[in-house]
């Protein structure tokens, strides 16, 4: 086996490789797209409470407003 036989056959084996890494990148996004698409139809995505602008607000429950009010008081007067 000649050099240039070598590197043609390295060559060929990294296009390889490439492809099927991407072939397998292009397949989890699309699961991932679908797996999204099918829970928003599904309507398990509705758990963050928003705002009335329709902003998300995940911190929007009342004791953990006050708790982290209550912990900047305290820090302010130290």
Known sequence: ????????????????????????????????????????ALGLDKDVETTPAGVAAPGSNNSVVAAITAAVETYRKE
Do not use: N, P
């Not at 060559?11 to 999204?36: D, I, K, N, P, W």
């Open 1 to 40: 086996m000649t050099i240039a036989e070598m590197f043609g056959q390295s060559g060929s084996l990294a296009l390889l490789g490439m492809g099927v890494v991407f072939g397998f990148l292009t397949l989890l996004v699309v699961c991932v797209t679908v797996a999204g698409k099918v829970i928003h």
